[in-house]
């Protein structure tokens, strides 16, 4: 196995079409491969507009079957193409069972497993948890053509146990597929420091574990209520080595594809002089599983 390889991250803006965000995802999933990448990660729930900004249950209608129209087209591009692809959707189980999912597909077009998100959020324009059973595959990773990748879930990008988990299953790049933004009204007084947090905290990640982060975000503004502001999406993907360093990063207005080299031979120096796995005291570590410590 090669010790370099390409990832690719899509930031697209997306339309109430399901089947022209399919047909458009496919199209730039082709240019990026195009462009060389060998793992291509797209934005969370890339079929449709963020329908978790209200409460409705005909929006259940988005959900799809694995295999389903998305696996079985990316499973098609990823075999033609020789690529490994990332392909995030709302994931329909069984009748009333949903969830927010990854699926990955190999350059061989074989699905290789699924992730489905653990940590489901319930914030204003944001009501994950009305859609969404929480995730119960656990954090995992996959051994692709390239290299070995672990997938999680937007909200899940706050939380360093599912960094730390993925990270110790040997995935070398935690993909982030993503759909966050500015409530507009509160933009201007609280919009820099969201999304400085946002970054930070993905960083961290990189860091503290010695791996490369992609997190790939929507753009545009999306108003599926009328009388709301809807969501401005921030865009702003980026992918950072394993000390934190930006290798590639987005605009916050524009659909963009970025291109960053994996070098597993960097991952193994940095590893070798900031040795945090090495040094984790894992016996002291038993109360990570309390919710709090009284």
């Not at 697209?12 to 079409?17: G, M, P």
């Not at 696996?71 to 098609?76: A, G, R, Y």
């Not at 204003?124 to 995730?135: D, L, M, N, Q, R």
Request: net charge negative.
């Amino acid at each position: 196995m090669s010790k370099k390889y390409t990832i690719g991250l899509l930031q697209l803006a997306f339309s109430n079409d399901t089947n022209d965000n399919l047909k458009k995802t496919l199209s730039w999933v082709e240019q990026a491969a195009k462009r060389g990448a060998n793992v291509i990660c797209l934005p969370e729930l890339y079929r449709s507009q963020y329908f978790c900004q209200k409460e409705d249950s005909s929006l259940f209608d988005l959900a799809e079957t694995i295999p389903g129209p998305s696996t079985i087209s990316f499973q098609k591009a990823a075999a033609d193409l020789n690529v490994s692809i990332v392909v995030p959707l709302f994931e329909k189980r069984a009748p009333g069972v949903y969830h927010n999912s990854a699926v990955i597909i190999d350059a061989g077009g074989e699905i290789l497993g699924t992730y489905r998100k653990m940590h489901i959020p319930d914030d204003p324009s944001y009501y994950e948890k009305y859609y969404f059973t929480p995730g119960d595959l656990g954090f995992k990773s996959f051994q692709t053509k390239f290299g070995k990748i672990g997938t999680l879930i937007c909200w899940d990008q706050w939380y360093p146990e599912g960094a730390r988990l993925t990270s110790l299953q040997g995935a070398e790049v935690l993909f982030y597929p993503t759909a966050i933004g500015w409530h507009p009204a509160e933009k201007e007084r609280y919009g820099s420091a969201q999304k400085d947090s946002w970054i930070t905290i993905q960083r961290s990640h990189a860091i503290a574990n010695g791996v490369y982060v992609a997190s790939a975000n929507r753009i545009g503004l999306e108003k599926p209520i009328s009388d709301s502001d809807g969501i401005q999406f921030w865009g702003s993907s980026f992918i950072c080595d394993p000390q934190g360093v930006f290798i590639a990063q987005a605009s916050e207005d524009k659909e963009e594809i970025l291109l960053a080299e994996v070098d597993l031979k960097h991952l193994e120096t940095i590893r070798r002089n900031w040795p945090f796995l090495r040094d984790r005291r894992i016996d002291a570590y038993g109360d990570i599983t309390k919710r709090f410590i009284d």
